[in-house]
Each structure stands twice: as structure tokens, then as C-alpha cells.
């Protein structure tokens, strides 16, 4: 599996394991998630203008590169989210559901 | 007279030297940051369980940061400090903040912004791909998270911290490609007399060099960058050596949406050398920046005039010698005014809370005022030689090739936003804007907005400054679906 992020240092953490898109992931405690993300693959998400694929680009919450989504819907910015066991993380933005079509 | 209500944006340097000031005289001020940790982006914290020394972290600057941290740790119930919280609007004489209890609006006396600065980026033809980061965020992933943006990076643009973050990597065991200055090394020359005004620094910048050339990195000045080329989609590796394993292989997903523009990672990058030649770089990482701009958005929203500033070509927002907007009440210090550096931050942080104080009729001594103002002075006098070192690139922006992305976040071309100019007529960033939606994407224009304005500039051949700077727009940073569910919580 090609990574994009190489871990230089800090590798004793306790492992954790999340989903991500039905598919589980193994990262460190601490990581954000694009650290998870992107040390067990290489992109984060698909550029909604046809463009390719993307992966992040400031890590410090400016540009809104990095948005994944929870199952339930809600939007993070992997950049500045710590990455939690039992986390459920899509890469695309899970159809929107209205509380009054429920 | 009841305590006055001060708010400070910003817990980095400038911020906690100001809260700082503002305890020592007996006022319990609010200090908001929407980071986890305090320290800002140079004493940015590493979150807990990770055991880096500050010396490793922090190398030259390790004692300063101690001290930083020490000093807003010991501030601890004296300060009203709210992490994890975004200012995302200013109006009406109060802050908007939305945070882990939800919105709120703070009314307040004195506001003292110290919101610091992002990467200024100068496009590059293929910069949409990914593996392409902004410099600051490849010193992010290391300091918080002990990573390497790639397995080999090439380090793209110019400034001080190109050098810094470069040496970074090569002494955490990073391999790193190239380091690609857009600056011609002559150019230090003439900036010599006014970089002498921190000789530590000039010092410290040729320490850098020296660790980088050590470990064999190639150091090329007076670079033009033509190409981030691109392999296999997705490829986590150099030249399309590797397959897509990242999400879009991970669910099965098509990866092959076809787009006018190039798709694929960053597989190297071509620049034409001062010599005239071309050289092209293997990598799959690019760290690319051209120093600072200062995040003046909350500023805009609090009715500060700004000016446009020729040496730095950004309009920035007025402020006198001690830190005071044009707007009554309202203070300005750090990187976030002006780019300084981290030690003006702490000392025009300081300097911004005592001129609060004096203007709410507390006693400030003026031989403090006096001394932090010869500070200020000193770097003011550094940053202009590293300005005339390491100039921004303009003539890039006109020979930016049609296809080639200004706008990452909306896949905007330069030959789009051209067409807008000569099209419509759209001279003014804000009208450009409108036509072509270069700056209205998720970044809200902070990556694209002044390499854009120097398109528009070409394109119209009028000078930058009549292009004029965008308006910022509340809320200053999406507020998303999930946090907006929490109003009034
Ligand atoms: C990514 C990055 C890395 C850098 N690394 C170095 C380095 O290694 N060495 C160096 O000398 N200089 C570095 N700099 C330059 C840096 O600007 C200064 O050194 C120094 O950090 C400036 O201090 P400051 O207090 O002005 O701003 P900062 O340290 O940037 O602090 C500003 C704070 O304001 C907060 N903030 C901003 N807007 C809002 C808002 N709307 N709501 C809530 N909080 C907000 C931010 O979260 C941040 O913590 C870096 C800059 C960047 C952008």
C-alpha cells in the first residue's frame, strides 16, 4: 500500500483503529486524521472539479482542502481532527438527509 | 470603574505577551484561538503522548518557546482562555465565536487581534496535484505530527523559512530532493546592510544552508518554476511508479473523471535554472511558498482602513506605532498587522496591550513603550532586507501559462480569469471575482487572492495596487453543518 506521509519519529503511540470509506485503518494515537489517512494511502478525497485527487494542502485549517465527512454527515477537516477508534470516516460527502424527510 | 472587557484573538506569541501585559495589570482578559494548544504556528504545540524534546522541535528557538509556554501555562486562571474556539465574525463591538459549547457573542472594550499569517503561494503550473502542500503545512506535519509531507520532497519557492523548514526535514531524517529558490542569490546582496539588524538571524540562515548542502541537497537560486508534473493518479510515488491505494481505490470508485485539466499526483517538477537551462526533479512531495501574508480578514470585518504597501505589494491594515487601528478600541499585533517574525510578535503583542491600557486610563510606564518601540523598529528594518532578498515573485504571475490553476479550491485556470479581465472589463479584485469565482472557494481567497490580483494586474497592465484586495466575508472559516447544529447550545 503506498503511503504519502512518511512517519520520521514518535511511533510508540498506542495504535487505535478507525473505518475509513467501510474500510479499516490502523493509526497512532494523536494522529489527526489526515495523518491516518494519508499514511495508509495516498489521497484523501477527489476534487469535485474533475481534477484529480487531492490531499491536503495547508494542515493548519485554512483552505478546507482536507473536508471527510462522518457516516452520519457531518463535515470535518481532517487537518485538524484527532483520529478516534471506532471513528466512521467517508472521503465523499454522505447524501444529505433532512430532518423533515425523516 | 468595572474591569473593561478585553478580548485577544490569537494565543501565539503576540497573543500571549499581550494577555500577558493585560494580567500583570489586573485585568482578566479573554483569549480565544480556535487552535487545541497554545503557542501559535512557530511554538506550535505537539499534542499529547508525543515525547520530542523542545530542542528537537524548536532547535535555535527552543528556549523562547519554553518561555512562551510557561508563561501563558502560568497564566492560567488569571486569562479567560478559550481553545478550540473560531472567531468567525466581528460586528457591532462584539466577537462571534463558535466553539465547543457553541456560538456566542462577546461584547468587548479593547479587541486585540493577533491572528498571525498563512503561507503566501505563488501558483505554479500543476500545483492542484496531490502532494503539493503549502510550506508552512510541511513544517506543520513534522512539529505536530512528526511526519513527512513525502518519501522525497522538493522544497519550492523562497523566504527564510524555505531554509528552515528544508534543514528541518534533513535533520529529522527526511529525504529531501531539492531546494528550489526562486530568488536570485544576488538579490541578498543589496539587502545585506538592512539584514545585519538581526545578526542572529543572518547567522541562524547560514547555519541552515550549510546543514541542508551537508546532506547533499541541491540548493538552486533564481529558479523558474514551470512544471509540478504528474504520474499515475493517486500515485504516492515519484514519477507513477506506484498504483492508487488512497480512498478512490480503497471504495472501488472511477478515478478517471475527465477535466480540462492534467489529473494525476505530483510525480516531480521542472524549473528553468538561472542559467537558462531546464532541470526536472523526481519527487512526490512539494512544499511550495514565497513567505507570509497576514490573516487580515477579522481586521476587514472590524472596519480597520488599510493601505496598500509597495515593498510587500498587500495592502495591510493601518495601525500606529504601538498597535492602534483606525478604528477606535481596536489593537493590532503580531504577524497578523504586519509580517515580522515571532520575536516583533511578542514585542508588538506587549506593546499592543499597553497602548489598551493607556487608552482605558490605566498607567503604563513609558520607558517600556519606548523600549519595545526600538524593537519593533529593528525588525521592521530585517523584514524589509528579507522582502529585497527574497522578492515575490511577480513576473511569474504574468508568465503563468493559460492552463496552469490559480484557484485550487474552484479549479479556476489563469486563462479563465484572464478571459474575465479582457472579457468583462473586471479590473477590480472584487468584481474579478464575481465574474470568474477566483477567491470565493473554501479558502475564501487566502491561497490564490494575491497571485490573482497580479494576473489581473498583467492582464489589464495597471499596477496592483488599483487591482485592489478582496473583501473579507463573515464567516471567516466555513462554519460547517455539523458545529452550526450546536447554535445557541
Ligand atoms: C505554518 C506556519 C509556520 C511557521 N513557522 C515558523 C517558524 O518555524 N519559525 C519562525 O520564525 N516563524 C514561523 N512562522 C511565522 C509566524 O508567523 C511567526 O513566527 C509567529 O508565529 C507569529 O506569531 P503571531 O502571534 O503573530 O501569530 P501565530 O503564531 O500565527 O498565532 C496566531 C493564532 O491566532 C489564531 N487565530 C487566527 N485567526 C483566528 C480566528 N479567526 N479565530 C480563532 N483563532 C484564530 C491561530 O489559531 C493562531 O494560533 C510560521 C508561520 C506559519 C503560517
Same mark, same amino acid.
Given at each position: 500500500?503506498?503511503?504519502?506521509?512518511?512517519?520520521?519519529?514518535?511511533?510508540?503511540?498506542?495504535?487505535?483503529?478507525?473505518?475509513?470509506? +467501510?474500510?479499516?485503518?490502523?493509526?497512532?494515537?494523536?494522529?489527526?486524521?489526515?495523518?491516518?489517512?494519508?499514511?495508509?494511502?495516498?489521497?484523501?478525497?477527489?476534487?469535485?472539479?474533475?481534477?484529480?485527487?487531492?490531499?491536503?494542502?495547508?494542515?493548519?485549517?485554512?483552505?478546507?482542502?482536507?473536508?471527510?465527512?462522518?457516516?452520519?454527515?457531518?463535515?470535518?477537516?481532517?487537518?485538524?481532527?484527532?483520529?478516534?477508534?471506532?471513528?466512521?470516516?467517508?472521503?465523499?460527502?454522505?447524501?444529505?438527509?433532512?430532518?423533515?424527510?425523516? | 470603574?468595572?474591569?473593561?472587557?478585553?478580548?485577544?484573538?490569537?494565543?501565539?506569541?503576540?497573543?500571549?505577551?499581550?494577555?500577558?501585559?493585560?494580567?500583570?495589570?489586573?485585568?482578566?482578559?479573554?483569549?480565544?484561538?480556535?487552535?487545541?494548544?497554545?503557542?501559535?504556528?512557530?511554538?506550535?504545540?505537539?499534542?499529547?503522548?508525543?515525547?520530542?524534546?523542545?530542542?528537537?522541535?524548536?532547535?535555535?528557538?527552543?528556549?523562547?518557546?519554553?518561555?512562551?509556554?510557561?508563561?501563558?501555562?502560568?497564566?492560567?486562571?488569571?486569562?479567560?482562555?478559550?481553545?478550540?474556539?473560531?472567531?468567525?465574525?466581528?460586528?457591532?463591538?462584539?466577537?462571534?465565536?463558535?466553539?465547543?459549547?457553541?456560538?456566542?457573542?462577546?461584547?468587548?472594550?479593547?479587541?486585540?487581534?493577533?491572528?498571525?499569517?498563512?503561507?503566501?503561494?505563488?501558483?505554479?503550473?500543476?500545483?492542484?496535484?496531490?502532494?503539493?502542500?503549502?510550506?508552512?503545512?510541511?513544517?506543520?506535519?513534522?512539529?505536530?505530527?512528526?511526519?513527512?509531507?513525502?518519501?522525497?520532497?522538493?522544497?519550492?519557492?523562497?523566504?527564510?523559512?524555505?531554509?528552515?523548514?528544508?534543514?528541518?526535514?534533513?535533520?529529522?531524517?527526511?529525504?529531501?530532493?531539492?531546494?528550489?529558490?526562486?530568488?536570485?542569490?544576488?538579490?541578498?546582496?543589496?539587502?545585506?546592510?538592512?539584514?545585519?539588524?538581526?545578526?542572529?538571524?543572518?547567522?541562524?540562515?547560514?547555519?541552515?544552508?550549510?546543514?541542508?548542502?551537508?546532506?547533499?541537497?541541491?540548493?538552486?537560486?533564481?529558479?523558474?518554476?514551470?512544471?509540478?508534473?504528474?504520474?499515475?493518479?493517486?500515485?504516492?510515488?515519484?514519477?507513477?511508479?506506484?498504483?492508487?491505494?488512497?480512498?478512490?481505490?480503497?471504495?472501488?470508485?472511477?478515478?478517471?473523471?475527465? +477535466?480540462?485539466?492534467?489529473?494525476?499526483?505530483?510525480?516531480?517538477?521542472?524549473?528553468?535554472?538561472?542559467?537558462?537551462?531546464?532541470?526536472?526533479?523526481?519527487?512526490?512531495?512539494?512544499?511550495?511558498?514565497?513567505?507570509?501574508?497576514?490573516?487580515?480578514?477579522?481586521?476587514?470585518?472590524?472596519?480597520?482602513?488599510?493601505?496598500?504597501?509597495?515593498?510587500?505589494?498587500?495592502?495591510?491594515?493601518?495601525?500606529?506605532?504601538?498597535?492602534?487601528?483606525?478604528?477606535?478600541?481596536?489593537?493590532?499585533?503580531?504577524? +497578523?498587522?504586519?509580517?515580522?517574525?515571532?520575536?516583533?510578535?511578542?514585542?508588538?503583542?506587549?506593546?499592543?496591550?499597553?497602548?489598551?491600557?493607556?487608552?482605558?486610563?490605566?498607567?503604563?510606564?513609558?520607558?517600556?513603550?519606548?523600549?519595545?518601540?526600538?524593537?519593533?523598529?529593528?525588525?521592521?528594518?530585517?523584514?524589509?532586507?528579507?522582502?529585497?532578498?527574497?522578492?515575490?515573485?511577480?513576473?511569474?504571475?504574468?508568465?503563468?501559462?493559460?492552463?496552469?490553476?490559480?484557484?485550487?479550491?474552484?479549479?479556476?485556470?489563469? +486563462?479563465?480569469?484572464?478571459?474575465?479581465?479582457?472579457?468583462?472589463?473586471?479590473?477590480?479584485?472584487?468584481?474579478?471575482?464575481?465574474?470568474?469565482?477566483?477567491?470565493?472557494?473554501?479558502?475564501?481567497?487566502?491561497?490564490?487572492?494575491?497571485?490573482?490580483?497580479?494576473?489581473?494586474?498583467?492582464?489589464?497592465?495597471?499596477?496592483?495596487?488599483?487591482?485592489?484586495?478582496?473583501?473579507?466575508?463573515?464567516?471567516?472559516?466555513?462554519?460547517?453543518?455539523?458545529?452550526?447544529?450546536?447554535?445557541?447550545?
Amino acid at each position: 500500500m503506498t503511503a504519502r506521509f512518511v512517519r520520521l519519529a514518535e511511533t510508540d503511540r498506542p495504535a487505535l483503529t478507525l473505518h475509513v470509506d +467501510g474500510a479499516p485503518v490502523t493509526a497512532l494515537a494523536g494522529d489527526t486524521l489526515m495523518v491516518a489517512l494519508l499514511t495508509s494511502g495516498a489521497t484523501l478525497r477527489q476534487s469535485e472539479f474533475g481534477d484529480g485527487p487531492r490531499a491536503g494542502f495547508c494542515l493548519m485549517a485554512a483552505c478546507q482542502d482536507c473536508w471527510v465527512w462522518t457516516e452520519e454527515g457531518t463535515k470535518l477537516r481532517a487537518c485538524s481532527t484527532l483520529a478516534e477508534s471506532g471513528q466512521r470516516i467517508v472521503t465523499t460527502e454522505p447524501d444529505t438527509t433532512w430532518p423533515n424527510q425523516q | 470603574m468595572a474591569e473593561p472587557a478585553i478580548v485577544i484573538i490569537g494565543a501565539g506569541p503576540a497573543g500571549v505577551r499581550a494577555a500577558q501585559a493585560l494580567a500583570d495589570a489586573g485585568i482578566r482578559p479573554i483569549v480565544i484561538d480556535e487552535g487545541r494548544r497554545s503557542g501559535g504556528q512557530i511554538y506550535r504545540r505537539q499534542p499529547d503522548g508525543f515525547t520530542r524534546s523542545h530542542a528537537t522541535l524548536y532547535g535555535t528557538e527552543a528556549e523562547r518557546a519554553r518561555a512562551l509556554h510557561t508563561c501563558f501555562d502560568g497564566l492560567e486562571g488569571r486569562v479567560d482562555y478559550r481553545p478550540e474556539t473560531l472567531v468567525w465574525h466581528i460586528s457591532d463591538g462584539q466577537v462571534w465565536t463558535l466553539g465547543p459549547d457553541g456560538h456566542q457573542s462577546i461584547p468587548y472594550d479593547a479587541l486585540i487581534l493577533c491572528t498571525g499569517a498563512t503561507d503566501r503561494l505563488m501558483p505554479v503550473r500543476g500545483w492542484h496535484r496531490a502532494g503539493t502542500y503549502s510550506l508552512g503545512g510541511s513544517q506543520i506535519a513534522l512539529k505536530a505530527q512528526a511526519c513527512a509531507i513525502g518519501s522525497q520532497v522538493v522544497f519550492l519557492g523562497s523566504g527564510p523559512l524555505l531554509y528552515l523548514v528544508a534543514a528541518q526535514y534533513v535533520k529529522a531524517g527526511a529525504h529531501v530532493a531539492a531546494v528550489l529558490d526562486t530568488a536570485p542569490f544576488a538579490a541578498r546582496i543589496p539587502a545585506l546592510p538592512k539584514l545585519l539588524a538581526q545578526p542572529a538571524a543572518l547567522w541562524n540562515g547560514v547555519l541552515l544552508t550549510r546543514t541542508i548542502k551537508r546532506a547533499g541537497v541541491p540548493i538552486l537560486h533564481g529558479v523558474t518554476p514551470l512544471d509540478i508534473t504528474g504520474g499515475e493518479e493517486g500515485s504516492g510515488a515519484p514519477d507513477g511508479a506506484g498504483v492508487d491505494t488512497g480512498p478512490a481505490a480503497r471504495d472501488g470508485r472511477s478515478s478517471s473523471r475527465a +477535466g480540462t485539466v492534467d489529473t494525476g499526483a505530483v510525480s516531480g517538477v521542472t524549473v528553468r535554472t538561472a542559467d537558462g537551462g531546464e532541470r526536472h526533479f523526481a519527487c512526490d512531495a512539494i512544499a511550495m511558498g514565497h513567505h507570509l501574508r497576514p490573516e487580515t480578514q477579522l481586521a476587514d470585518l472590524a472596519r480597520c482602513a488599510f493601505a496598500f504597501d509597495p515593498a510587500v505589494r498587500q495592502w495591510l491594515p493601518v495601525r500606529d506605532p504601538d498597535g492602534r487601528a483606525s478604528v477606535p478600541g481596536v489593537y493590532l499585533a503580531g504577524d +497578523g498587522a504586519r509580517i515580522l517574525g515571532a520575536r516583533s510578535a511578542e514585542a508588538s503583542g506587549r506593546l499592543a496591550a499597553l497602548a489598551a491600557l493607556t487608552d482605558l486610563g490605566f498607567p503604563v510606564a513609558s520607558v517600556d513603550l519606548a523600549s519595545l518601540r526600538r524593537d519593533v523598529a529593528t525588525y521592521v528594518r530585517f523584514a524589509s532586507g528579507l522582502a529585497q532578498a527574497f522578492p515575490w515573485p511577480v513576473e511569474q504571475a504574468a508568465a503563468l501559462p493559460d492552463d496552469a490553476i490559480v484557484c485550487r479550491c474552484e479549479s479556476i485556470t489563469a +486563462g479563465e480569469l484572464r478571459a474575465t479581465v479582457t472579457d468583462t472589463g473586471a479590473q477590480e479584485a472584487n468584481r474579478a471575482k464575481a465574474f470568474s469565482r477566483v477567491g470565493m472557494g473554501r479558502c475564501q481567497g487566502r491561497y490564490c487572492g494575491l497571485a490573482a490580483a497580479e494576473v489581473i494586474a498583467a492582464a489589464a497592465a495597471i499596477p496592483v495596487e488599483r487591482v485592489g484586495r478582496l473583501r473579507s466575508a463573515a464567516p471567516v472559516k466555513p462554519i460547517s453543518a455539523g458545529s452550526a447544529g450546536k447554535a445557541g447550545a
